[in-house]
């Protein structure tokens, strides 16, 4: 069984700063890419964030130059600093990352956590 487990969410006013970390536990060979995700009300999840194992990363235009996803390969844990926050970053933000088990590869999914930014 593989999970992850996220934290760092919260309540924050525009312009503040939130770290989200997400963490990998399990029967684990390896953790392949990691990725954060957001829903906001109403609207579909996006993709935010991604990091390879190598280190290489993207981001979607409009958190360039805000937001940082660093990763920590010897604790399975990915990291979303997020600074310069606005209310349209507030959503359930979700981690996600491709882990090889014994058997095979598939995606996990963290259960989420909110992130509500105030003007």
């Known amino acids: 069984q593989v999970q992850l487990a996220e934290s760092g969410g919260g309540l924050v006013q525009t312009g503040g700063s939130l770290r989200l970390s997400c963490t990998a536990s399990?029967?684990?060979?390896?953790?392949?890419?990691m990725a954060w995700f957001r829903q906001a009300p109403g609207k579909q999840r996006e993709l935010v964030a991604i990091?390879?194992?190598?280190?290489?990363?993207n981001y979607t235009d409009s958190v360039k130059g805000r937001f940082t996803i660093s990763r920590d390969n010897a604790k399975n844990t990915v990291f979303l600093q997020m600074n310069s926050l606005k209310p349209d970053d507030t959503a359930v933000y979700y981690c996600?990352?491709?882990?090889?088990?014994?058997?095979?590869?598939?995606?996990?999914w963290g259960q989420g956590t909110l992130v509500t930014v105030s003007s």
């Open positions: 990091i390879t194992t190598g280190g290489s990363t």
């Open positions: 996600f990352s491709s882990i090889t088990g014994t058997l095979w590869t598939q995606g996990y």
């Open positions: 399990g029967t684990i060979l390896r953790v392949n890419n």
